[in-house]
């Protein structure tokens, strides 16, 4: 078989692949002697043709004559006055490689066959550089976890070619160790299970008299891992809050779910049951919601990491019930503040500059390519996210009502389908619930996962076609766990039995262990009738889906796999389910003792006001949104951005995911890890508050608004960690109850520490984000934040405190305050009510809430967005007695307001709407286009151009 | 045929179908969506439609480059029925990912009589995908999807839609063969660089047509605007008539009514 060797060239002159981004990388890491950057494809391609075919593959597939050249064969290095170093790229042996499967496909069209296809990025460097700046540079263009780098003109990649596994039946001593040779075992297996666990497992085998094999020791490590089970979560916890004892018998049960259950709403369809929360949206059809996060896989590859985010969230609503149709994504991510030199980033941590670019582009390239809109997210940044940056991805489906529900049957077989297996994902549940060191990087590299969005994208078109035929009884994801986890929790009350070979592999040489547990991307498994397997396999073959029966629901409540007729594993689905020992952990709440600083009041804020639109937090995210297609399938009619030019902020996204039907679904969130540096019960309750009044200030039903909670904590081994937690919790039970809205769904990650070389750690804040989900009756009425024109009146609704606390005003002062936001748990729920009514009978012709940054960023805004000025007086501000400084006035961040545009004949009728809540008219729309707003006492404490608050709040992420 | 039938066409990783097939539905046309597997399976169902839309998405990941690999596949198993397609007088239209398909497979991507592409559609100037709104002013006068000079604002949404030319013949022959069918331009009608011209495409190329007119390939996508509130502004607009990516639909039915039924 005759290896080709084919690297495609942009012409001279044409815009390449990035060259040039490649030239601005290295100059960032402070190399300044590469003059000129060339940069070639190169692919690898293994078959059975001759030259004047492989000319056709190069000049009719590969390069496209117009701007691109090609060379068979290795290109000579380029002749030149300056020293050239050549690098190339190569994924390591294993690694998915969509391309390569393309050109595969490509090649068989063209009527010849191909063994093996393998791609590269060929790199050449023109000017002096030194083995260290030539480390730096590799560093920065690939990444060790799944690449291996090729140094010179001659060196050869690595062989594709890997030898095929013998079995050999792996058994593992365990009924006679003690405790500590438990933990090693564990350890040294990477099991991530604790020595009671541990214990545990001992006991079982003990109990049935013979010893585990790799592969149970496994898919119990699995079962029981944090990231499966949230145990410290489910456990039972004596909670000491400032002296007080409080019993918890199960965190979650007390505090999120039985908010839920309380509340007991009748439009919730399945909550915290399935992979996603299911509500009705209306007579014939359900929405679902789920956010997952992904963010250890995205500190060690943030590119591939955060893509397998969203491509695993998605697979939460394909297989919830009997699978929804993904409609909207969510990205929320936090990062350490962008403008650092390498100098001061740790061993085993990136850049956080190129962890925000790495994420914003897997987001981007698989969200864009499955062809489903990202309408909302949110950027937090602070530098305790350094170590461990957070990925949120979130997904909304929609499903008809008689499709929520599916169970698998005895008799059923398993179908799996989708991608290939492969070593691709090896111990990223268990891996996820430890710990970052900085030796992760080298030691879990296989914990990280490649996605291929257009593999799940083929799966999801066949599978809606095949619930629509009703020709399966139950569908769940290869999520995290793999097939152990998918198979596992199906046949939980029944049994199941696998064949291990026949799971489709990506390449030889995996063991029955590997292919158990892999995690790799886009699978599925679904329960078929044998009657319907005909049918199915028909529907699924025409859009060249793979789908393989790998076993059988049985009725042994046994999980029994082989591979080729040895029995690798048998355990009891009651242990592996209900096995896991329960927990009692202690947890401390502490009150801080923290001060308000003394901030003298100043003649202006303009600069105040200025600093605060330029913080990470608050400034634009244009940079992020434009590379997300925010519009395919139609339905986004609330789109992120909005405005007369198209670049205000909007406060919630808002799709209409039916043709047919002016309903709609409003989709905002609320997180700010700063209040919780002074409470967590009070960041929770603000985090609920804003994500409400996102969805209530684009016209989204009080009265229908689901919430979901994700919790991303430090270490909860540490009880005043875990107490923060816990306060947190508290905050969901109360805030759930007092806006009437049910937690649908919910995720934890814990252990976001990282732990350097020289022993120091780096924990991330308490940070819970809040998401929402209302419905909107009639898309039609929805309002937005820009304000629309001259002369209609502005009003704010809510009280204004003296409540700077964690807030952005303080943050540029370096301070952090007391005094959080306490979001009044009486009047919020009322206020949102009132403000729904207004929109909803027409009166408000924009809206905006105030978060951060207060009232004066919600102004400043509503005006740019608009394309108009404002006059403003705080004369009419309502406000609590203690809020007499001007500078609280202007940048407080109390909860519950809203900013209101009204038409001045419409006064009378909004006015009556709002008797009974705090309100007041605050100023004017004017034609003029500056922000003025005066002190209540004549005076101008704020006045600036619209135009310079917009290039303000723009200049800092425009990258 | 009494009725005006439209073929939306299905291939892995083509995300637009759905919005596009209720596009055509809007503008009267009986639309259905067809994986391309079953046309190379049934070249023959061809001959029931009069209007054959490729629609956007990242067929095949867009993998090798934006279209690349369903172009060859309609080179190497449809092409000529393709090319009869067109010559009994029926219509064509690419959207973003559909327009890159029909440039590479020749369609749109050579001048009459070449044998080679000599157009292909690259990487935006800015290295990005972007999502943003561009005006579009039309600029064919045989392009039968067009609405003689209206305006019209659309989204575009992709990271590769700069056209760019083999040499500055082709452009020029594109003009005499009256090929240009869009120019991006800004609100008054003046071309600009970038954000005006989204991608850096030259001479602001939005959409090309073939030599008969009755071949669209534009990057922007009508079907994203064919309802109000689509609109980015909607919410301060007082004209709640507009959609304008109506329009290309509504004269692509029109000429099939005209000409077949």
Known sequence: ?959 | MEQVRALVLRAAGINCDVETQYALQLAGAEAQRVHVNRIIENPAMLDLFQIMVIPGGFSYGDDVAAGKILANQLIYHLYDRLNEFIEAGKIVLGICNGFQVLVKTGILGKLNGSDEQQITITYNDSGKFEDRWVYLEPSSKKCIFIEPGQRIYLPIAHGEGKVVFENDGVLERLKTDDRVAFRYVDEDGSFGPFPVNPNGSTDSIAGLCDSTGRVLGLMPHPERFVRFVQHPHWTRLEDKSRADGMTIFNNAVKYVKENFI
């Open chain 1, 1 to 959: 078989m005759k290896q080709w060797r084919f690297e495609v060239f942009s012409k001279p002159g044409t815009s390449g692949t990035g060259g040039s981004d490649v030239g601005d990388e290295i100059k960032e890491l402070g190399v300044y002697t590469v003059q000129e950057i060339q940069s070639a494809r190169v692919f690898l391609i293994e078959g059975d043709f001759d030259e004047a075919f492989a000319k056709r593959i190069a000049g009719e597939l590969l390069a496209d004559r117009v701007c691109e050249d090609f060379h068979i064969g290795r290109s000579a290095a380029p002749a030149g006055l300056a020293k050239a170093t050549i690098i190339e790229i190569h994924l390591k042996s294993g690694v998915t490689d969509p391309v390569a499967q393309s050109v595969m496909t490509a090649i068989s069209d063209m009527g010849k066959d191909c063994q093996t296809v393998r791609t590269a990025r060929k790199y050449i460097l023109f000017g002096e550089i030194n083995d260290k700046q030539l480390k730096k540079i590799i560093r920065r263009l690939s990444n060790d976890c799944i690449e291996v780098v090729v140094i010179g003109s001659d060196a050869e990649p690595p062989s594709p070619h890997l030898a095929p596994y013998e079995l050999e039946l792996k058994t593992i001593d365990i009924t006679k160790l003690n405790e500590s040779q438990l933990e090693e075992v564990s350890k040294k297996m990477d099991l991530f299970l604790n020595a009671v666990e541990m214990k545990t497992i001992q006991d079982y085998f003990k109990s049935i008299g013979r010893e585990p094999t790799d592969v149970e020791l496994e898919s119990l490590a699995q079962t029981w891992s944090e990231h499966c089970v949230h145990k410290t979560l489910k456990s039972s916890i004596d909670f000491d809050c400032d002296g007080e004892k409080i019993h918890f018998d199960n965190l979650m049960k007390d505090t999120v779910f039985r908010a839920t259950k309380e509340l007991n709403k009748d439009w919730c369809i399945s909550v915290f049951e399935d992979n996603a929360g299911v509500i009705e949206f209306d007579e014939t059809d359900a929405v679902c919601f789920k956010v997952e996060t992904h963010n250890h896989p995205s500190a060690l590859d943030p590119y591939g990491g955060a893509a397998t985010g969203i491509g695993g969230v998605l697979r939460d609503p394909m297989g919830t019930g009997l699978g929804a149709k993904p409609i909207a994504n969510t990205d929320i991510f936090c990062f350490a503040e962008p403008d650092k030199s390498f100098d001061e980033i740790p061993k085993g941590i990136l850049h956080p500059k190129r962890i925000a670019q790495g994420v914003v582009a897997g987001v981007r390239d698989y969200g864009n390519r499955m062809g489903i809109p990202t309408v909302n997210g949110a950027i937090f940044f602070d530098d305790r996210y350094l170590g461990n940056p957070l990925v949120f991805c979130g997904n909304i489906g929609i499903m008809p009502r008689d499709k929520c529900f599916g169970k698998a049957r005895t008799g059923d077989l398993v179908m799996v389908i989708g991608g290939r297996t492969g070593r691709d994902g090896i111990h990223g549940a268990t891996f996820s619930s430890g710990a970052l060191t900085d030796e992760h990087e080298t030691v879990f590299s296989h914990a990280v996962q490649i996605g291929n969005a257009i593999t799940e994208k083929k799966m999801l078109d066949t599978i809606l076609q095949a619930r629509q035929k009703g020709l399966y009884t139950a569908i769940t994801d290869c999520g995290a766990g793999g097939l152990s986890s998918a198979v596992g929790e199906m046949g939980a009350q029944l049994g199941a039995q696998v064949e291990l070979e026949k799971v489709p592999l990506k390449y030889a040489g995996l063991s029955y262990t590997e292919i158990w547990i892999s995690e790799a991307q886009e699978r599925m498994v679904v329960a078929v009738k044998p009657e319907n397997l005909e049918k199915i396999s028909r529907i699924f073959a025409d859009e060249n889906v793979e789908a393989t029966i790998i076993g059988k629901f049985t009725d042994d409540k046994k999980l029994t796999l082989k591979y080729k007729g040895t029995q690798v594993c048998q355990l009891d689905m009651d242990f592996l389910h209900d096995g896991l020992p329960k927990y009692s952990r202690k947890a401390v709440w502490q009150s801080k003792n923290l001060a308000e600083p003394r901030l003298e009041e100043k003649e202006n804020y303009n600069e105040e006001l200025l600093s605060i639109l330029s913080t990470y937090n608050v400034a634009s995210k244009e940079w992020v949104i434009r590379q997300y297609d925010h519009e395919v399938q139609g339905g986004s009619v609330v789109k992120p951005l909005g405005g007369v030019t198209n670049d205000g902020p909007n406060d919630a996204a808002v799709v209409q995911p039916k043709f047919n039907s002016n309903k709609g679904i409003a989709i905002g969130c609320g997180i700010n890890p700063f209040y919780g540096d002074i409470d967590p019960y009070w960041m929770t309750l603000a985090g609920i508050d804003e994500a409400v009044r996102n969805v209530v200030c684009v016209g989204a039903r009080p009265d229908r608004i689901a919430i979901l909670d994700n919790f991303c904590w430090a270490d909860c081994k540490k009880e005043e960690t875990l107490g923060s937690l816990v306060r947190a919790a508290q905050g969901c039970f109360d805030g759930a109850i007092a806006f009437g809205t049910p937690f649908i769904s919910g995720k934890d990650s814990l252990n976001n520490n990282f732990i350097c070389d020289d022993g120091t750690e780096i924990s991330i804040p308490a940070t819970l984000l809040i998401s929402a989900m209302g419905i909107v009756d009639d898309v039609n009425k929805c309002v937005t934040i820009d304000l629309k024109a001259a002369g209609n009146l502005l009003f704010i609704v809510g009280i204004t405190k003296n409540e700077l606390g964690g807030s952005h005003y303080y943050k540029i002062k370096d301070q952090l305050g007391a005094n959080v936001p306490k979001t009044d748990l009486k009047k919020a729920k009322v206020i949102a009510e009132k403000i729904y009514k207004a929109i909803d009978s027409g009166l408000v012709a924009s809206c905006h809430d105030c978060s951060e940054g207060g009232l004066a960023v919600a102004m400043a805004e509503m005006a740019f967005a608009g394309g108009f000025g404002i006059e403003a007086d705080l004369k009419g501000l309502p406000k609590s007695d203690d809020c007499a400084n001007l500078g609280a006035q202007l940048f407080s961040e109390s909860c519950s307001r809203y900013i209101i545009e009204v038409e001045p004949d419409r006064f009378n009728d909004f006015a009556k709407l709002m008797l009974g809540v705090p309100f007041g008219q605050i100023g004017k729309v004017t034609k003029d286009k500056n922000l003025v707003i005066k002190s209540g006492l004549g005076r101008k404490i704020v006045d600036v151009s619209i135009d310079s608050l917009k290039e303000a709040w723009q200049k800092l992420l425009r990258w």
